[in-house]
Nanobody, 131 residues
Framework: EDQLVESGGGRVQSGGSLRLSCTAS????????VGWFRQAPGKEREGISC????????HYIDSVKGRFTISSDNGKRTVYLQMNNLKPEDTAVYYC????????????????????????WGQGTQVTVSS
């Protein structure tokens, strides 16, 4: 069974850092695109970053550029989201998702931030940033 498992969430103060991990079982990332999403209470799920692990092409939304870094370790079947200078508005449940086969153009155009692109989802990990 194909599964994604997130870890690394927690509670930090404003300006702090966390590193989230998304580990796959049952499939490899080589031919996938992996995205990180977040959902705050009462808000829609928002795509924040995505990566093609095969060539490390990445995309970020403007609100996290310069603060968050997405990366992958294909040998560990893991995609990371390093989050620095966290702000209270970053508080949300963070999810990773994966989809097989799409071209890298989905990343360079930002389409990879759309929820509907993805086939597999993790269960989410809570990130809470206090002021």
């Amino acid at each position: 069974e194909d599964q994604l498992v997130e870890s690394g969430g927690g509670r930090v103060q404003s300006g702090g850092s966390l590193r989230l991990s998304c580990t796959a079982s049952g499939f490899i990332f080589d031919d996938h695109i992996v995205g990180w999403f977040r959902q705050a209470p009462g808000k829609e799920r928002e795509g924040i970053s995505c990566i093609s692990p095969s060539n490390s092409v990445t995309h970020y939304i403007d609100s996290v550029k310069g603060r968050f870094t997405i990366s992958s370790d294909n040998g560990k079947r893991t995609v990371y989201l390093q989050m620095n200078n966290l702000k209270p508005e970053d508080t949300a449940v963070y999810y990773c998702a994966a989809v097989s086969g799409p071209p890298t153009e989905l990343i360079t155009t930002g389409i990879c931030s759309a929820v509907g692109v993805y086939e597999n989802w993790g269960q989410g990990t809570q990130v809470t940033v206090s002021s």
